[in-house]
Protein backbone atom coordinates (compact mmCIF):
# COMPACT_ATOMS: atom_id res chain seq x y z
CA UNK A 1 0.00 0.00 0.00
CA UNK A 2 2.83 2.34 0.71
CA UNK A 3 4.20 1.52 -2.77
CA UNK A 4 1.09 2.28 -4.30
CA UNK A 5 0.36 5.90 -2.50
CA UNK A 6 3.54 6.89 -2.92
CA UNK A 7 3.61 6.27 -6.99
CA UNK A 8 0.31 7.73 -7.54
CA UNK A 9 -0.49 11.41 -6.95
CA UNK A 10 -4.14 10.37 -7.05
CA UNK A 11 -3.95 7.94 -4.23
CA UNK A 12 -1.27 10.63 -2.07
CA UNK A 13 -3.45 13.24 -2.92
CA UNK A 14 -6.68 11.01 -1.24
CA UNK A 15 -4.44 9.98 1.47
CA UNK A 16 -3.70 13.90 2.29
CA UNK A 17 -7.36 14.68 2.44
CA UNK A 18 -8.43 11.65 4.11
CA UNK A 19 -5.74 12.45 7.18
CA UNK A 20 -6.77 16.49 7.39
CA UNK A 21 -10.76 15.81 7.76
CA UNK A 22 -9.49 12.74 10.66
CA UNK A 23 -6.81 15.51 11.90
CA UNK A 24 -3.78 13.51 11.87
CA UNK A 25 -0.76 15.26 12.15
CA UNK A 26 0.64 13.03 9.15
CA UNK A 27 -0.39 12.54 4.99
CA UNK A 28 1.51 10.00 3.99
CA UNK A 29 2.63 6.28 4.95
CA UNK A 30 6.30 5.80 6.01
CA UNK A 31 8.46 3.27 2.90
CA UNK A 32 10.41 0.61 4.66
CA UNK A 33 14.19 0.90 3.60
CA UNK A 34 15.68 -2.55 3.48
CA UNK A 35 18.84 -1.13 4.93
CA UNK A 36 17.39 -0.17 7.65
CA UNK A 37 15.44 -2.09 10.02
CA UNK A 38 13.94 -0.03 12.46
CA UNK A 39 11.95 1.57 9.04
CA UNK A 40 9.68 -1.84 9.45
CA UNK A 41 8.80 -0.70 13.18
CA UNK A 42 7.85 3.06 11.98
CA UNK A 43 5.92 1.79 9.21
CA UNK A 44 4.19 -0.17 11.33
CA UNK A 45 3.03 2.79 13.62
CA UNK A 46 1.89 4.96 11.21
CA UNK A 47 -0.08 2.34 9.83
CA UNK A 48 -1.68 1.81 13.35
CA UNK A 49 -1.81 5.80 13.71
CA UNK A 50 -3.52 5.92 10.11
CA UNK A 51 -5.56 3.04 10.89
CA UNK A 52 -9.38 4.24 10.45
CA UNK A 53 -8.17 6.23 7.21
CA UNK A 54 -6.17 3.56 5.52
CA UNK A 55 -9.48 1.71 5.66
CA UNK A 56 -11.14 4.88 3.96
CA UNK A 57 -8.66 5.21 1.47
CA UNK A 58 -8.47 1.49 0.28
CA UNK A 59 -12.66 1.00 0.50
CA UNK A 60 -12.89 4.56 -2.08
CA UNK A 61 -14.48 3.29 -5.58
CA UNK A 62 -12.04 5.50 -7.44
CA UNK A 63 -9.42 3.29 -6.56
CA UNK A 64 -11.08 -0.61 -7.40
CA UNK A 65 -13.33 0.45 -10.41
CA UNK A 66 -11.09 -1.62 -12.71
CA UNK A 67 -8.95 -4.53 -13.27
CA UNK A 68 -5.83 -2.38 -13.89
CA UNK A 69 -6.19 0.36 -11.30
CA UNK A 70 -4.45 -0.14 -8.32
CA UNK A 71 -7.02 -1.73 -6.73
CA UNK A 72 -6.70 -0.84 -3.25
CA UNK A 73 -9.55 -3.14 -1.39
CA UNK A 74 -6.98 -6.11 -1.23
CA UNK A 75 -4.91 -3.97 1.34
CA UNK A 76 -7.88 -3.40 3.84
CA UNK A 77 -6.93 -5.83 7.11
CA UNK A 78 -9.59 -7.34 9.56
CA UNK A 79 -9.44 -6.92 12.95
CA UNK A 80 -7.16 -9.64 13.71
CA UNK A 81 -4.35 -8.69 11.00
CA UNK A 82 -4.69 -5.23 13.17
CA UNK A 83 -4.01 -6.69 16.12
CA UNK A 84 -1.38 -8.44 14.93
CA UNK A 85 0.32 -5.41 13.82
CA UNK A 86 -0.18 -4.20 17.37
CA UNK A 87 1.77 -7.04 18.84
CA UNK A 88 4.52 -6.77 16.10
CA UNK A 89 4.45 -3.16 16.95
CA UNK A 90 5.07 -3.65 20.38
CA UNK A 91 7.41 -6.16 19.93
CA UNK A 92 9.84 -3.79 18.15
CA UNK A 93 9.18 -0.55 19.89
CA UNK A 94 11.36 -0.74 22.46
CA UNK A 95 14.35 -1.89 20.18
CA UNK A 96 13.80 1.27 18.16
CA UNK A 97 14.12 3.34 21.39
CA UNK A 98 17.27 1.42 22.37
CA UNK A 99 18.59 1.90 18.71
CA UNK A 100 17.94 5.81 18.83
CA UNK A 101 19.07 5.86 22.50
CA UNK A 102 22.46 4.36 21.52
CA UNK A 103 22.37 5.87 17.60
CA UNK A 104 22.63 9.37 19.67
CA UNK A 105 25.88 9.24 21.56
CA UNK A 106 28.57 9.75 19.31
CA UNK A 107 30.35 6.68 20.22
CA UNK A 108 28.63 3.75 21.89
CA UNK A 109 30.50 2.16 24.34
CA UNK A 110 30.37 -1.51 25.71
CA UNK A 111 28.82 -0.07 29.17
CA UNK A 112 26.02 1.99 27.45
CA UNK A 113 24.89 -1.18 25.33
CA UNK A 114 24.89 -3.92 27.72
CA UNK A 115 21.98 -2.47 29.89
CA UNK A 116 19.94 -1.98 26.67
CA UNK A 117 20.91 -5.67 25.45
CA UNK A 118 19.25 -7.12 28.73
CA UNK A 119 16.10 -5.06 29.15
CA UNK A 120 15.56 -6.63 25.67
CA UNK A 121 16.20 -9.43 26.69
CA UNK A 122 13.38 -9.33 29.31
CA UNK A 123 11.24 -8.03 26.65
CA UNK A 124 11.68 -10.58 24.15
CA UNK A 125 11.08 -13.31 26.85
CA UNK A 126 7.74 -11.81 27.71
CA UNK A 127 6.76 -11.65 24.08
CA UNK A 128 8.02 -15.30 23.38
CA UNK A 129 6.61 -16.56 26.52
CA UNK A 130 2.68 -15.39 26.07
CA UNK A 131 0.56 -18.19 25.11
CA UNK A 132 -2.04 -15.16 24.18
CA UNK A 133 -0.23 -13.72 21.55
CA UNK A 134 0.02 -15.37 17.40
CA UNK A 135 2.65 -17.90 16.52
CA UNK A 136 3.87 -15.95 14.35
CA UNK A 137 4.84 -12.68 17.42
CA UNK A 138 5.93 -15.53 19.20
CA UNK A 139 8.42 -16.79 16.89
CA UNK A 140 9.88 -13.09 15.96
CA UNK A 141 10.10 -12.66 20.19
CA UNK A 142 12.22 -15.47 19.59
CA UNK A 143 14.06 -14.70 16.47
CA UNK A 144 14.90 -11.73 18.00
CA UNK A 145 16.15 -12.99 21.22
CA UNK A 146 18.61 -15.53 19.71
CA UNK A 147 20.17 -11.96 17.41
CA UNK A 148 20.23 -10.32 21.15
CA UNK A 149 21.90 -13.40 22.33
CA UNK A 150 24.94 -13.68 19.58
CA UNK A 151 25.43 -10.04 19.98
CA UNK A 152 25.53 -10.08 24.06
CA UNK A 153 28.47 -12.86 23.60
CA UNK A 154 30.12 -10.38 21.36
CA UNK A 155 30.83 -8.22 24.99
CA UNK A 156 32.66 -11.34 26.21
CA UNK A 157 34.78 -11.03 23.67
CA UNK A 158 35.52 -6.68 24.15
CA UNK A 159 39.06 -6.27 26.19
CA UNK A 160 36.83 -3.20 27.18
CA UNK A 161 34.37 -5.22 29.43
Excluded at 10 to 19: D, H, N, V
Excluded at 76 to 86: H, P, Q, R, T, V
Excluded at 101 to 124: G, M, N, R, W, Y
Aim: overall charge neutral; glycine content about 4%.
Amino acid sequence: LSRKTWNSPAIRGALGTLSKEHNLNSEVLIRAVRTRWNTVTEVIQRALDMKEVLGDLCDMHQFNKDKRGPRLRRFILNEDEWALLDDLFRLLDPFLFATKQISTSKHAVVQEVIPFIDILTTHFDSFRNDEDLAPSVRAAAERGRAILDKYYQRTDESIVY
